[in-house]
């Protein structure tokens, strides 16, 4: 089989890449070792930036999102037993979407095949070859049988433990890494969500979020750590500890109810440079990983494949190399604004065990002079809503 790019991954990053291309008439062929339902069940994020929802459109997979999201004009930060909101609309004009990955990931399914776009599921033992020619070619198994593709170019969009970042030589990548020392738990439930906007709560047992699916269905989370087990959180103990660390107001009106989902994962923030190697690029979660703090890993994952398709259809509509050579530097300029944003965020809503009290107080003086202040609400809206691609 030959294409013009080969991308390896059928999650958001390489869904979108693939349809971004397809749009400005460039072939591709998606290889993924899962299938298709594996990749649907995985609960991820659920906040969708004005980027990420104009990309959608851009590939025809936006219609649905439209119909089901959930616009936010701001969220609200509680601490020291009160909320505060912020109204990031008036400070930004820009406005966040509530709409699950998993459905992000549907529509995007439905449109390639709706393309009538090759897509390899159950893909096993995927390997990059050839990446620092000008002849890259990936094999893999399907059926006990080994398969090839020559291609121009190879997308890595399969995730942190991807095969494409491991395949480079370890001397020509450069890794930044932090391991934070709690997790997150987090369960689904089919219950109304407990506030219209996203409640971020510090609190002195640990961080909570209030966020949620639809009108019908809540995503909430706890810091827990890491060493805790699922099998620890029976869902009468969640909600309890998840009540103490809201607001009495929101703490009364919460609705509760059987979990239908719950996990715990843990956060790091992670970003490998350089985003090429050769003809082989790195997108979304292969070549950075955020804390889940700051809402930024899906849309990072989309402005990924909007840079990446960009550059590629330059290169073949216009014989200009400019945007491949760039695609790195560009996507690296993005990536670190985002994850020093959810770093921050991470920070200072985060009970961290090794800054003790003093650490809580200046979370506390930090929070209010935030709220208190114009420039520091604009700022965090500027981020929150999404910086320009």
Same mark, same amino acid.
């Given at each position: 089989?030959?294409?013009?790019?080969?991308?390896?991954?059928?999650?958001?990053?390489?869904?979108?890449?693939?349809?971004?291309?397809?749009?400005?008439?460039?072939?591709?062929?998606?290889?993924?070792?899962?299938?298709?339902?594996?990749?649907?069940?995985?609960?991820?994020?659920?906040?969708?930036?004005?980027?990420?929802?104009?990309?959608?459109?851009?590939?025809?997979?936006?219609?649905?999102?439209?119909?089901?999201? =959930? @616009?936010?004009?701001?969220?609200?930060?509680? $601490? #020291?037993?009160?909320?505060? /909101?912020?109204?990031? %609309? !008036?400070?930004?004009?820009?406005?966040?979407?509530?709409?699950?990955?998993?459905?992000?990931?549907?529509?995007?399914?439905?449109?390639?095949?709706?393309?009538?776009?090759?897509?390899?599921?159950?893909?096993?033992?995927?390997?990059?070859?050839?990446?620092?020619?000008?002849?890259?070619?990936?094999?893999?198994?399907?059926?006990?049988?080994?398969?090839?593709?020559?291609?121009?170019?190879?997308?890595?969009?399969?995730?942190?433990?991807?095969?494409?970042?491991?395949?480079?030589?370890?001397?020509?990548?450069?890794?930044?890494?932090?391991?934070?020392?709690?997790?997150?738990?987090?369960?689904?439930?089919?219950?109304?969500?407990?506030?219209?906007? =996203? @409640?971020?709560?510090?609190?002195?047992?640990? $961080? #909570?979020?209030?966020?949620? /699916?639809?009108?019908? %269905? !809540?995503?909430?989370?706890?810091?827990?750590?890491?060493?805790?087990?699922?099998?620890?959180?029976?869902?009468?103990?969640?909600?309890?500890?998840?009540?103490?660390?809201?607001?009495?107001?929101?703490?009364?009106?919460?609705?509760?109810?059987?979990?239908?989902?719950?996990?715990?994962?843990?956060?790091?923030?992670?970003?490998?440079?350089?985003?090429?190697?050769?003809?082989?690029?790195?997108?979304?979660?292969?070549?950075?990983?955020?804390?889940?703090?700051?809402?930024?890993?899906?849309?990072?994952?989309?402005?990924?494949?909007?840079?990446?398709?960009?550059?590629?259809?330059?290169?073949?509509?216009?014989?200009?190399?400019?945007?491949?050579?760039?695609?790195?530097?560009?996507?690296?300029?993005?990536?670190?604004?985002?994850?020093?944003?959810?770093?921050?965020?991470?920070?200072?809503?985060?009970?961290?065990?090794?800054?003790?009290?003093?650490?809580?107080?200046?979370?506390?003086?930090?929070?209010?002079?935030?709220?208190?202040?114009?420039?520091?609400?604009?700022?965090?809206?500027?981020?929150?809503?999404?910086?320009?691609?």
């Amino acid at each position: 089989m030959r294409t013009k790019v080969a991308i390896i991954g059928a999650g958001p990053a390489g869904l979108l890449l693939g349809q971004l291309l397809r749009t400005y008439g460039i072939d591709n062929v998606i290889l993924e070792r899962h299938t298709p339902e594996y990749v649907l069940g995985r609960i991820r994020a659920g906040l969708l930036e004005e980027g990420t929802v104009a990309l959608m459109d851009e590939v025809g997979a936006g219609e649905r999102a439209h119909a089901e999201g =959930l @616009i936010h004009d701001g969220i609200e930060l509680a $601490f #020291a037993g009160h909320r505060h /909101r912020i109204d990031m %609309r !008036s400070l930004t004009g820009k406005t966040v979407m509530i709409y699950g990955q998993t459905e992000v990931t549907l529509d995007l399914m439905d449109a390639r095949k709706s393309a009538g776009l090759v897509s390899v599921y159950e893909a096993a033992d995927v390997k990059p070859h050839d990446f620092d020619t000008d002849r890259p070619r990936v094999t893999y198994k399907k059926d006990g049988v080994t398969h090839e593709i020559a291609c121009d170019f190879i997308a890595g969009c399969d995730g942190f433990h991807g095969v494409s970042r491991a395949s480079v030589n370890p001397e020509a990548v450069e890794t930044f890494e932090r391991e934070y020392p709690f997790g997150w738990l987090g369960i689904l439930s089919d219950t109304p969500p407990v506030s219209p906007e =996203l @409640i971020y709560s510090n609190h002195a047992r640990g $961080f #909570a979020l209030c966020t949620m /699916r639809s009108t019908t %269905r !809540s995503r909430y989370y706890v810091q827990c750590p890491l060493d805790d087990r699922v099998e620890d959180w029976p869902d009468e103990r969640f909600w309890n500890e998840l009540k103490r660390r809201l607001d009495q107001k929101a703490a009364d009106s919460l609705i509760t109810g059987p979990s239908i989902e719950k996990s715990i994962a843990p956060l790091r923030s992670f970003v490998a440079e350089p985003m090429r190697f050769g003809r082989m690029f790195l997108a979304g979660d292969a070549a950075h990983i955020v804390p889940p703090t700051g809402a930024k890993g899906l849309n990072l994952a989309a402005s990924d494949a909007h840079y990446l398709a960009t550059a590629l259809r330059e290169y073949y509509d216009e014989k200009s190399s400019a945007g491949i050579d760039d695609y790195s530097a560009t996507s690296l300029k993005r990536v670190w604004k985002a994850v020093r944003f959810s770093w921050w965020m991470t920070s200072i809503l985060h009970k961290f065990p090794d800054t003790g009290r003093i650490g809580a107080r200046f979370q506390l003086a930090e929070l209010d002079y935030l709220v208190n202040s114009k420039a520091a609400m604009t700022s965090l809206s500027e981020n929150y809503v999404g910086l320009p691609f």
